[in-house]
T-cell receptor, first 113, second 116 residues
Framework: QQQVKQSPQSLIVQKGGISIINCAYE??????FPWYQQFPGKGPALLIA?????SEKKEGRFTISFNKSAKQFSLHIMDSQPGDSATYFCAASMLGGYQKVTFGTGTKLQVIP | GAVVSQHPSRVICKSGTSVKIECRSL??????MFWYRQFPKKSLMLMATSNEGSKATYEQGVEKDKFLINHASLTLSTLTVTSAHPEDSSFYIC????????????FGPGTRLTVT
């Protein structure tokens, strides 16, 4: 019930291309869906997040698409750059100070020149 | 922006010794702090949730006596790995939430623990 499934496990994209990472959740009580970017040896950093009352959110080259009925959401990275090479985690949580974040399994993105 | 620091960033200790990792919120008061463990090429695994002045809540399967968590103030939480063994070697990450009505967690840079 608390699981967040993420795919693909790894992704290779050419510079300038679009990177797409998909996630699915089961618990309909989740109402906050962040994406985190993690570089090797560093902690995760918030990239972009969405609430289920909107179907899409865009910040620069990063877009979250959200499908509430299908319980799925995805991250699109437009014009992918080598500097975007990192591991990306989708996550889900609920409002409340003690509520934990449930992470997906991660996607290692490599953007090749 | 909200900044969370961890100290040390890397630590090597001998098997059987204890090691303490500090997590500090630098520019905000953290109502709740979280401790995660991450194995190579794996996702973050929540170990425990702690609130200032109260006992930590541990996730199922996490040994309370092995991983001691103290949240002494609104800006400091510590994780002590007691009687460390090589299998405790991992990347430990803390995060902090600044308000009870906030969704966001701010993550620290992580601590690499190696037990020899």
């Amino acid at each position: 019930q608390q699981q967040v499934k993420q795919s693909p496990q790894s992704l290779i994209v050419q510079k300038g291309g679009i990177s797409i990472i998909n996630c699915a959740y089961e618990n309909t009580a989740f109402d906050y869906f962040p994406w985190y970017q993690q570089f090797p040896g560093k902690g995760p950093a918030l990239l972009i997040a969405i609430r289920p009352d909107v179907s899409e959110k865009k910040e620069g080259r990063f877009t979250i698409s959200f499908n509430k009925s299908a319980k799925q959401f995805s991250l699109h990275i437009m014009d992918s750059q080598p500097g975007d090479s990192a591991t990306y985690f989708c996550a889900a949580s609920m409002l409340g100070g003690y509520q934990k974040v449930t992470f997906g399994t991660g996607t290692k993105l490599q953007v090749i020149p | 922006g909200a900044v969370v620091s961890q100290h040390p960033s890397r630590v090597i200790c001998k098997s059987g010794t204890s090691v303490k990792i500090e997590c500090r919120s630098l520019d905000f008061q953290a109502t709740t702090m979280f401790w995660y463990r991450q194995f190579p090429k794996k996702s973050l695994m929540l170990m425990a949730t702690s609130n200032e002045g109260s006992k930590a809540t541990y996730e199922q399967g996490v040994e309370k006596d092995k991983f001691l968590i103290n949240h002494a103030s609104l800006t400091l939480s510590t994780l002590t790995v007691t009687s460390a063994h090589p299998e405790d070697s991992s990347f430990y990450i803390c995060s902090a939430r600044d308000r009870a009505d906030s969704y966001e967690q701010y993550f620290g840079p992580g601590t690499r623990l190696t037990v020899t």
